[in-house]
């Protein structure tokens, strides 16, 4: 593969050593890579260059990981997988909510960094299988193909992991899915009985298409099992 067309990786760490070996190592696995140590840079980084793919570090000079996924968010649409040597669940979900895609805590076993990286480009161009392309509810259409979701005919922003999360449900609408089928599904692990990353993008899909935080009637919790999307009736 000639290395303009390989997938391209935008690694923003200030820690020199860890993101040159991180490049290496996927640089070796097929992967275009380019590091940024700068926080500060960080956002104008990922906007210019609209990698397939973006490793952001949690602590950086010059601005840190979470508001850098906050302000890239409108500009930006492809997953980004967030890193950090700390290890506080509040850090996990603010960067799921800031509108990171993954979350992996430091040191990153390489092996692991790269099957996580591989499944979520999978799900972002596309190659998961489905059965229907379109999905309608009422006032809201899901499209497989283009990844897009609209209501009432406004396009909605989602990010990668919450389209993904928004397709599973729908296209399983009137069945309860337990957090192991949805983990088993999206990120190809098993449910620890802990990670909070789930309950975070559904409390972030609701008001976006409409469902109200407090009493949803689209996407229902389903105590001590799962989450359920309501069928037109």
Known sequence: MDYA??????????????AELTRDYLEANGFKVTLEADGAKGVDRISS???DLVILDLMLPGEDGLSICRRVRPHFSGPIMMLTARTDDLDQVLGLEMGADDY????????????????LLRR???????????LRFENLEVDHATREAWLSGER??????????LWLLASNAGRVLTREEIFSDLRGIKYDGQDRSI??????????????????????TVRSKGYLFVKDS
């Open 49 to 51: 260059l609209q990698p």
């Open 104 to 119: 992996m805590p430091k040191p990153v076993q390489p092996r692991v960094l790269l099957a996580r990286m591989r499944a």
């Open 199 to 220: 309950d975070v993008r559904v409390s972030r899909i609701r008001p976006k298409i409409g469902d109200d935080p407090n009493q949803p009637h689209r996407i229902k």
């Open 156 to 165: 909605i922003d989602l990010t990668s992991a919450e389209f993904d999360l």
């Open 124 to 134: 972002t161009d596309g190659s998961l299988p489905s059965g229907e392309e379109r």
């Open 5 to 18: 067309d390989r997938e391209h990786v935008l690694i923003v760490e200030d820690d020199q050593r860890l």
